[in-house]
């Protein structure tokens, strides 16, 4: 018994590496979707749900518009701790109009051990869907029929159809007539509002929401870097929503659309917000007030002028 223990402590001595490495899971990466099989033009969810120790620096590629034969819709990440580890699910909303077997590529993700200065890689798996066309599914796809016969118009019958069609013409003039001049009467000119006018407007709900209040500081910050990228997007027509932060500040530097005051404050401002949004950082209650000023300082100094001010009356 005692040879036994004795041989045992040895053991765990000279390789402590194979009891940690067969204890410890890093990470785990898992695609699904919604439904495996579904009609051309319809919409489904493919999430990548990620489980990993939380010390781990994890970075996602950068997806644009379509993966694979998809084309993306909407998508959305949630990030959550739980009994020691990390639970993070990236969704997105896809449509495609191709039909039969398609299958969503799969995604690779890098992390790293915080000490370690290169990056290691997980892939999920691919996941393949059926497609179907409308056609297909349709009872009647087969139901073709024949044409009709001639139907011959009698003598006695021209002066009363004719009647009728002449009827149906007056009371169609008639009415669009009265439609027409009803609807000129209503009709209220439209005020278009110019993108920085947008902003103030959803930078005020914003702050009346009062997520900071509630605890909830991550959508904050999610809810304020949509409402600078729209703005620029409709200010700038650059396509800001888009692009990742970093695409966005690579093509920012070629862009002659912004200052470089305008540049470098934009760039501060949403390297913060991807900070609070997916590296876990607490902003203290100056920095959340910064950043909000940030912001509407931004829209305040890069709005465009309405035309009446353009021409000084």
């Known amino acids: 018994m005692k040879k036994t223990g004795l041989f045992l402590l040895c053991f765990l001595v000279l390789f402590p590496g194979i009891s940690r490495s067969e204890s410890r899971t890093e990470i785990?990466?898992?695609a699904r979707v919604d439904q495996e099989s579904f009609r051309i033009g319809d919409s489904i969810r493919y999430s990548v749900k990620v489980v990993a120790n939380p010390d781990l620096?994890?970075?996602?590629p950068a997806i644009g518009k379509e993966i694979g034969d998809f084309e993306i819709k909407d998508a959305g990440r949630s990030d959550k701790e739980a009994k020691g580890k990390r639970?993070?699910?990236t969704w997105y909303i896809l449509r495609t109009f191709k039909t039969g077997a398609r299958?969503?590529?799969?995604?690779?993700?890098k992390y790293k051990t915080p000490g370690e200065t290169g990056l290691r890689s997980i892939d999920t798996n691919p996941v393949t869907v059926n497609v179907e066309s409308v056609y297909e599914k349709s009872p009647d796809k087969s139901d073709i029929r024949d044409i009709k016969g001639i139907f011959?118009?009698?003598?006695r019958?021209?002066?009363?159809?004719?009647?009728?069609?002449?009827?149906i013409v007056i009371a169609l003039l008639v009415g669009g007539i009265y439609l027409k001049k009803r609807l000129t009467s209503l009709m209220i000119p439209e005020v278009i509002k110019l993108p920085h006018e947008i902003a103030f407007k959803r930078l005020e709900e914003l702050k009346n929401k009062g997520l900071v209040e509630k605890g909830l500081v991550k959508e904050f910050y999610f809810e304020l870097s949509d409402i600078l990228r729209r703005y620029i997007e409709d200010r700038f027509n650059l396509r800001a929503p888009e692009m990742t932060t970093e695409e966005f500040l690579i093509f920012l530097k070629s862009s002659k659309?912004?200052?470089?005051d305008h540049k470098y404050l934009l760039r501060e401002f949403l390297s913060h917000c991807d900070l609070v949004k997916f590296a876990k950082y607490g902003p203290s209650?100056?920095?959340?007030?910064?950043?909000?000023?940030?912001?509407?300082?931004?829209?305040?100094?890069?709005?465009?002028?309405?035309?009446e001010k353009k021409n000084g009356i």
């Open 152 to 155: 011959y118009v009698t003598r």
């Open 103 to 109: 299958t969503i590529p799969l995604v690779t993700i």
């Open 57 to 60: 620096e994890i970075e996602y």
């Open 157 to 167: 019958l021209v002066i009363p159809l004719g009647l009728i069609i002449a009827l």
């Open 28 to 30: 785990t990466a898992e």
């Open 87 to 89: 639970y993070i699910e």
């Open 257 to 260: 659309s912004l200052s470089v």
């Open 285 to 307: 209650p100056k920095e959340i007030e910064k950043s909000l000023l940030s912001a509407e300082s931004f829209v305040d100094q890069t709005k465009e002028e309405k035309e």
